[in-house]
């Protein structure tokens, strides 16, 4: 199953107003995490979610690279250790 991680990640661009959390939300689901993605002030999305790093970095390299909403033009990532917390993968 591999290390289980916690990844919250801030996407930059156009993100806001074009679908992108819930696009962000269904591939979360897809690959089997948990967390959510949320909207923040300044026009980013914050991405919180937690699984197996392996999964964690897949969903990573899908905000940076994948068919996205709107347009991204930056991600920035922390890891950390998870809380467990989340049930499913919400939008806030």
């Not at 930059?12 to 696009?23: A, D, E, P, S, Y």
């Not at 962000?24 to 089997?32: D, F, P, V, Y």
């Not at 999305?45 to 033009?73: I, M, W, Y």
């Amino acid at each position: 199953m591999g290390e289980q991680v916690r990844m919250t990640a801030w996407v930059r661009g156009q993100v806001q107003q074009v679908g992108f959390r819930w696009w962000t939300r269904s591939r979360a689901l897809e690959i089997g995490l948990s967390g959510y993605a949320s909207n923040l002030s300044d026009g980013r999305v914050q991405v919180v979610a937690e699984g197996s790093r392996e999964d964690c970095e897949k969903l990573l390299d899908l905000l940076r690279h994948g068919d996205t909403p709107g347009r991204v033009d930056g991600v920035t990532e922390i890891w950390a250790t998870p809380d467990g917390g989340y049930d499913g993968f919400a939008i806030r």
